[in-house]
């Protein structure tokens, strides 16, 4: 068999189309929502705690699906993940109303969740450290390349075969991936066509995984590291989830923008992220090319990301629709530029055998969050104005900046037997 060079990032591609395939799934709802409710018979209240299904089973999940993918192994995993959501999914079609529908968006949420503690399992395996960050930035463009792909596939859809087989349709996409992922995941040492070359490339700072006994989950909160991670997501998700949710609200609401113009300008921020999450993945592995470490290289951009987020503040100071539109654009670049480092930290501090589970636990603390901050948002909006909402918006991710340099004073591979030390003193 010919061996090919690069099998890596082919690896990259697969794990991102399937992050894509997976918010094309969870956008479709806010897609064709107005139809939904409208054929079920839904008012806004009970489409809110649709999604609060959704969210909370996502939330809960992360954790227990990276300890899943950590154990039954990455490939078997994320082939799990998928044919959970996909079925998920199409049973969509099924939903007579309010509550048919939340449990379908339950299971939705069950098994999403598993998409990034596997994917960030597989870059744990594939990449060496100062190419990792730039897998994480192929892999953030997903969610962005999916809510732009989302809106014009679901109308669509909707429009010529109804919105129940538009779910089974973009459900269908997680098989068709499946058969590729099949195909072409091993791990590098396992791989039949990798060649010698890149598999030194991968091994040469991957540090052997301990074979010792699992440890609990509680026993990772003796890492004040992981308290950094946790609290970091936990305060900033919900800032992105305000633009996922409520981005089309905003413009109508404050700016005045009709339907039409929303399906032809509301998805542009969303591609900016996605181009966000590339330029900061080539960011931080440029940073280490010319010399900085990865400590100072993560935080760099953790920093540059978080402080050109402010700038989505003038939204309350301009009228025009487009500037907003222009301003968030850069507000969602800056956050997944942010995010391109931020995500890679789990994988950075732990061995590829604890990487899904303990990127799990800090993506469960962002969903938390953006649970919470969700209702806080929807408060604000009906009582007061989208003022404060911009505001929180603009400075959470400069809190979350600030938690990991408390917290994680040093990225490094980390020692649990030194974790305890540093945390008893």
Known sequence: MTCKKGLRWGIAL????????????????????????????LNNEEYSWIVTAFLFAYALMQVLSGSLIDRI????????????????????????????????????????????????????????????????????????????IAPPLMVALMLYIGWKAAFVVTGALGFIWLILWR????????????????????????????????????????????????????????????????????????????????????WIPFLMADAGSIVGGWTGAWFIDKGDSLDRSRKKVIWIGAVCVIPVLFCLYVESAYAAIALISFALFSTQFKQSS????????????????????????????????????????????????????AFLHVLSALIVMIFIPQIRRLDIRQAKTELRT
């Open 342 to 393: 931020l995500f890679t930290l789990p994988i950075d501090l732990f061995s590829e055998k604890e990487a899904a589970y303990v990127w799990g636990m800090s993506g469960s603390a962002g969903s938390f969050g953006a649970m919470l901050f969700t209702p806080m948002i929807g408060w604000m909006v009906e009582n007061i104005s989208y003022t404060p909402v911009f505001v929180s918006v």
């Open 183 to 266: 195909k072409q995941y091993y791990k590098p040492e396992e791989h039949p066509r990798i060649t010698e070359e890149e598999l030194k490339l991968i091994q040469q700072d991957q540090e052997t995984s301990d074979d010792g006994e699992r440890r609990k989950w509680w026993e990772y909160f003796q890492y004040k590291e992981v308290w950094g991670l946790t609290l970091s997501r936990f305060v900033s998700d919900g800032a992105f989830y305000f633009f996922v949710f409520w981005l089309p609200s905003y413009l109508m609401e404050a700016k005045e923008m009709n339907l039409v113009e929303i399906g032809l300008f509301a």
């Open 73 to 148: 192994g990455t490939k078997k995993g994320f082939s799990l993940a998928v044919v959970w959501w996909s079925i998920a999914n199409m049973l969509h079609a099924l939903s007579t109303g309010l509550m048919s529908l939340g449990i379908m968006r339950f299971l939705l949420g069950i098994g999403e969740a598993a998409n990034y503690p596997a994917a960030m399992k597989a870059i744990s395996e594939w990449f060496p450290s100062h190419e990792k960050s730039k897998a994480v930035g192929i892999l953030n463009m997903g969610p962005g390349l999916g809510a732009v």
């Open 14 to 41: 697969t794990i991102f189309a399937a992050t894509t395939i997976n918010y094309i799934d969870r956008q479709a709802l806010s897609v064709a929502a107005p139809v939904i409710k409208e054929d079920l018979s």
